[in-house]
């Protein structure tokens, strides 16, 4: 089973506040994982990514952070900014070796009120 | 920065027709690959190409898909045949390296199949 889920079709924060977008993973082989923000009529912008030799990896005003145990990853952006409304993807090559492709969440839309 | 660009933006093709989406990926990466959006859907993996040849595809890129890099700086999607489920947001993308590090996507093709 390669899948990996966002469960939150959207979010919706007001500026300044902290946005917590989640991910689940079902393989607890996935070892690598990134992040990507799309805007409409634009392709997915790589945002940061994290290893599982890690638990946290912070980028500025983005955080994500990995929580093996619990298959689970989130990104936090503090503070957040009207500029970061968004859909936000999860994304993980298959633990399976050689492979190139990237699997996919469905997307969290992000919606920042100011 | 430079970046992956495609073209058309909107493609609109009769069923049955065949069709060639371009891209131009970032000129010093060496993996390049298609993904594809249906409305609504999570964005999927169609191919990977690297070396001239194909690497990997999804059981979605049958025999009506090819791929082709004619020269130094183009790299194309062919649908023989299109069909009504082939409506969709093509994404070309492309990466230095393999093993699912950051893939640098396109702004995409819109495809509809009338």
């Known amino acids: 089973d390669q899948q990996v889920k966002q469960n939150s079709p959207s979010l919706s924060v007001q500026e300044g506040r902290i946005s917590i977008l989640n991910c689940d993973y079902t393989?607890?082989?996935?070892?690598?994982f990134l992040w990507y923000k799309k805007y409409p009529a634009e392709g997915p912008t790589f945002l940061i990514s994290?290893?599982?030799?890690?638990d946290k990896n912070e980028d500025g005003r983005f955080t994500v952070f990995l929580n093996k145990s619990a298959k689970h990853l989130s990104l936090h952006i503090v503070p957040s900014q009207p500029g970061d409304s968004a859909v936000y993807f999860c994304a993980a090559p298959p633990p399976e070796g050689g492979s190139e492709k990237l699997v996919f969440g469905k997307g969290t839309k992000l919606t920042v009120n100011p | 920065e430079p970046e992956v660009t495609q073209t058309p933006s909107h493609q609109v093709t009769q069923m049955g027709q065949e069709v060639i989406l371009r891209c131009v990926p970032i000129?010093?990466?060496?993996?390049f690959y298609w993904y594809r959006q249906i409305l609504g859907q999570k964005v999927e993996f169609l191919v990977s190409f690297y070396n001239n040849e194909i690497s990997e595809k999804s059981e979605i890129f049958d025999d009506q898909f090819s791929v082709e890099r004619p020269d130094g700086s183009n790299f194309t999607l062919k649908i023989r045949s299109t069909k009504l489920e082939d409506s969709a947001m093509y994404f070309c993308?492309?990466?230095?390296?393999?093993?699912?590090?950051?893939?640098?996507f396109g702004d995409g093709t819109r495809l509809s199949i009338l």
């Open positions: 393989n607890s082989m996935f070892d690598y």
């Open positions: 000129s010093n990466h060496l993996y």
């Open positions: 993308a492309s990466s230095r390296t393999g093993g699912g590090q950051p893939q640098h």
């Open positions: 994290i290893s599982s030799i890690k």
